[in-house]
């Protein structure tokens, strides 16, 4: 299930890429970046952002990107602006730059809606296939999904997606619920949500034996474009062909539609890609590079995105409706107040907690002026964070519906078909994403919320990107691997630290493990983990210390209840967490004492310094 872009497909360019401006069109921001080539090595050198101007009054993106531009000329001294011209190629030391390229999630993104025959088979199979190629995920819809034909139809008619993927059937199989549901999608005529004059993008990639009656049914109704089968066989996914489809539609009909993005089309020097898309391309890259497991979120204003790589295997999920600004109500509706409230560190009536929720969405581009509306907003974010990976969880998952060979031992296992391939336990490496976790004033209030969310299981390493610039790189990586990379080790991620949590639950105060950490400079520290417990050790970056823990006997770090486990850990500009406070992690029930639970963890971390 891979993102990457075929090396075929890359662009080729006659000229070297010593001076790169990027852009990232946001729901709410527009952030630029200046890469030069120093030496040998390229480094992010200056920032720009500006409002992103899609929407009215401007309705017109190439207004936000020459604002954030202008931000970085004015920063640089370079001159790279002519009136409304980018110039290119680099003239001189100080005039141009040798290409313009960007990513986009304006407009709020790519909304695509995919159909299937069996809705967690084929339809499943057709939903990773548009999360992978940078879409949010409007509908499903199945011949089995319990909707009549006439809900069906309305239900494509009224929701307007910017494409519809069409999967359905393994090569050679039966072609009658394929046809039925081309036939559904001929009878709603859908429009686009953009541009009322152009046909709907459709990519039909099912059972090659429909494509003839597929095409007679909608061929004249929509723009429609046939991709190899992502369903092949049933023990086998081919999901790239039709992101690669899906990818070139949206350069060709949907963003040609948008507010001003055919100029921006014109203005860039590479293929423009959906902001989740290249986000995704980045964490692949870090996990094949390092060999990791990894999980990654980008949590924005209205989206919130989560990435995994287990076992090298690439998923993508979008939440759609779980963000910090623009669905930062719906958060609250998912969650539930008392989930938000949990992670609120003083007293708060609910009807005032609620007023600040409503004020963020109603001025989502604010941000918080006092210590207590930054606790809300980041206890608003563990809400969004968790959800967000409970829904990834559920998708990254193996194919259903194939049947696997068993043995005795399997008997003993949980191995059905259909398991969430993400394995907290295998986690190597978390990566942090999106303004409320690159942007929070204090890198431990980052790897707290992290920590909090996702409740790590034994050894994790924490990250964030530090300025929010995955999308560029993700973007860049597709034109230049080498800058694309200096740029990610050397200036996007900053390590936080590594924490190691034991799994179990004791009663508070009780003997989680003992501990022994070896630091660099030869020192010890010996102690024990009582239930309840934050200890922050400082461990910098590029350092390592040795850990040795011996758990209770009911208490496990990943070896088995009770047995001892010896680890290198890194250290990062937090430092080295241990977490006693249990797995699953378990807030008191009365108020007075969480609130007491959550000031006595946040003050051993030093998380929110009162002057």
């Not at 199979?125 to 499903?140: C, F, H």
């Not at 999920?317 to 958060?331: K, P």
């Not at 907290?424 to 969310?453: C, E, N, T, Y």
């Amino acid at each position: 299930m891979s993102a990457s872009i075929p090396s075929s497909e890359k662009p080729k360019f006659d000229h070297p890429l010593n001076v790169i401006v990027a852009t990232d069109c946001g729901s709410t921001t527009t952030k630029a970046i200046l890469i030069e080539k120093v030496g040998d090595e390229y480094r992010q050198t200056f920032r720009g952002e500006a409002p992103t101007t899609v929407e009215a009054p401007f309705e017109d993106v190439t207004r936000g990107v020459l604002n954030a531009i202008a931000e970085i000329e004015e920063l640089s001294g370079r001159k790279i602006l002519n009136g409304e011209k980018i110039l290119t190629p680099s003239r001189d030391a100080k005039t141009g730059v040798d290409i313009y390229i960007s990513t986009s999630s304006a407009g709020g993104g790519l909304q695509m809606m995919v159909t299937g025959v069996v809705q967690n088979m084929t339809g499943e199979s057709a939903q990773r296939a548009a999360l992978g190629a940078g879409a949010i995920v409007i509908d499903v819809l199945a011949s089995n999904d319990g909707r009549l034909p006439h809900e069906k139809i309305e239900r494509i008619r009224t929701l307007r997606p910017d494409m519809i993927l069409m999967s359905g059937g393994t090569d050679g199989g039966a072609v009658t619920h394929v046809v039925e549901m081309a036939e559904y999608v001929a009878a709603a005529d859908p429009r686009p949500r953009f541009g009322s004059t152009y046909k709907l993008p459709l990519v039909y990639a099912g059972n090659k034996e429909a494509r003839k009656q597929v095409a007679n049914t909608l061929e004249q109704k929509t723009a429609l474009v046939i991709a190899e089968n992502i369903r092949p066989v049933l023990e086998r996914e081919n999901l790239a062909p039709a992101r690669h489809k899906i990818h070139d539609l949206f350069l060709e009909h949907v963003m040609a539609q948008a507010p001003g993005y055919k100029n921006l089309i014109e203005m860039a020097g590479a293929p423009i890609m959906p902001t989740p898309a290249a986000v995704g391309l980045i964490m692949e890259t870090i996990a094949k590079r390092e060999h990791l497991n990894l999980i990654g979120v980008d949590i924005g204003g209205a989206t919130t995105d989560v990435f995994s790589v287990f076992d090298s295997v690439f998923n993508r999920t979008v939440s759609a409706n779980l963000g910090m600004s623009y669905s930062i109500s719906n958060v609250l509706a998912e969650a539930g107040l008392a989930n938000i409230m949990r992670w609120v560190p003083f007293d708060i009536d609910e009807q005032t907690l609620r007023n600040r929720i409503k004020n963020k969405m109603v001025r989502p581009t604010t941000i918080p002026q006092t210590l207590d509306e930054l606790q809300i907003e980041q206890a608003i974010a563990r809400e969004a964070l968790r959800l967000a990976l409970i829904h990834h969880k559920s998708l990254a998952t193996g194919l259903k519906g194939i049947q696997q060979e068993r043995t005795i031992s399997d008997a003993f296992e949980q191995q059905a078909s259909g398991k969430s391939l993400v394995d907290m336990l295998k986690l190597d490496l978390i990566v942090g994403s999106g303004g409320i976790l690159s942007h929070a004033p204090r890198r431990i209030q980052s790897m707290l919320m992290m920590v909090d969310a996702y409740e790590p299981l034994g050894f994790t390493l924490l990250s964030v990107d530090s300025i929010f610039m995955m999308p560029h790189l993700g973007v860049l990586s597709t034109i230049n691997e080498k800058a694309a990379t200096d740029v990610f080790v050397r200036d996007c991620m900053v390590y936080l630290g590594t924490c190691v949590a034991p799994i179990g639950q004791l009663k508070d105060g009780e003997r989680l493990a003992d501990y022994e950490v070896t630091f660099p400079d030869g020192s010890i520290v010996k102690d024990q983990l009582k239930m309840g417990e934050l200890r922050l050790f400082p461990l910098g970056l590029n350092q390592q210390a040795k850990v040795t823990m011996q758990p209770a006997k009911t208490v496990n770090l990943g070896q088995g209840a009770g047995v001892p486990v010896s680890r290198e850990v890194q250290g990062g500009v937090v430092g080295l967490l241990l977490d006693g406070r249990g797995r699953p992690l378990q807030l008191p029930a009365d108020q007075s004492a969480r609130v007491a639970a959550l000031t006595k963890w946040f003050k051993a971390v030093d998380l929110y310094p009162r002057s």
